[in-house]
């Protein structure tokens, strides 16, 4: 069955360095998420990409972070200067349909991002 | 603004017997709902959905959920736990109108099974 994948699994960095998370969606998928979990939290959206850009993010989602697609694969979210509070488990999503709402989205096993 | 509350964040049960988590949401429009399940060291895995039609709906494991507009809920229900039905279950919510497909989840509830 196809999964999406994500690398790395677990990353420490010190806080103010710059990280990047990776994500190779389902092939045929056109529709690319992020989504984050502090341990104890619920899970939360960060964005969606549809088309080579941004269709939505969240509040949380600001200027420290990005997302891009470099090429026809992956999919990386990059966060520039990280805080202590970036510290959370990262889900990449991807979909396929094109039913707003009614998107099912299949979810990597996430990246767990330590800052020290 | 739409929002989802897990009423037990752990439920135990033992197998054989009917699992039960609960899940009310909050939403403004129509919503459509789901039931992810994480297994430990994996990703989210979609059990289950609701858009339109049939209020009941099944989904993989013998797990099925029912929509009740009136209650504004939609618990998940299995009539008898296995072992391998341990994992965390989190029920979500997005709308018709969310071109972005942004879900909405709520805090989650871990499921133990005891022998």
């Known amino acids: 069955e196809p999964e999406v994948t994500q690398t790395p699994s677990h990353q420490v960095t010190q806080m103010g360095q710059e990280v990047i998370l990776r994500c190779v969606p389902i092939s045929n998928h056109l529709y690319f998420y992020w989504y984050r979990q502090i341990l104890g939290q619920k899970v939360e959206f960060l964005v969606s990409f549809y088309n080579n850009e941004i269709s939505e993010k969240s509040e949380i989602f600001d200027d420290q972070f990005s997302v891009e697609r470099p090429d026809g694969s992956n999919f990386t979210l990059k966060i520039r200067s990280t805080k202590l509070e970036d510290s959370a488990m990262y889900f990449c999503?991807?979909?396929?349909?094109?039913?707003?709402?009614?998107?099912?989205?299949?979810f990597g096993a996430g990246s767990r991002l330590t800052v020290l | 603004a739409q929002s989802v509350t897990q009423l037990g964040s752990h439920v135990s049960v033992s197998e054989g017997a009917l699992v039960l988590l609960r899940c009310n949401y909050s939403?403004?429009?129509?919503?459509?709902l789901f039931w992810y399940v994480q297994y430990p060291n994996q990703g989210l895995q979609l059990l289950l959905k609701y858009t339109t039609g049939a209020t009941l709906v099944k989904g993989i494991n013998g797990f099925e959920a029912e929509f009740k507009k009136s209650e504004t809920s939609f618990h998940l229900t299995k009539p008898s736990a296995h072992m391998s039905d341990a994992a965390e279950y989190f029920c979500a919510v997005t709308s018709p109108n969310n071109a972005g497909n942004m879900l909405t989840f709520g805090g989650g509830t871990r499921l133990m099974v005891k022998p």
């Open positions: 939403s403004s429009v129509p919503p459509y």
């Open positions: 999503a991807s979909g396929g349909q094109a039913v707003p709402g009614a998107n099912v989205l299949t």
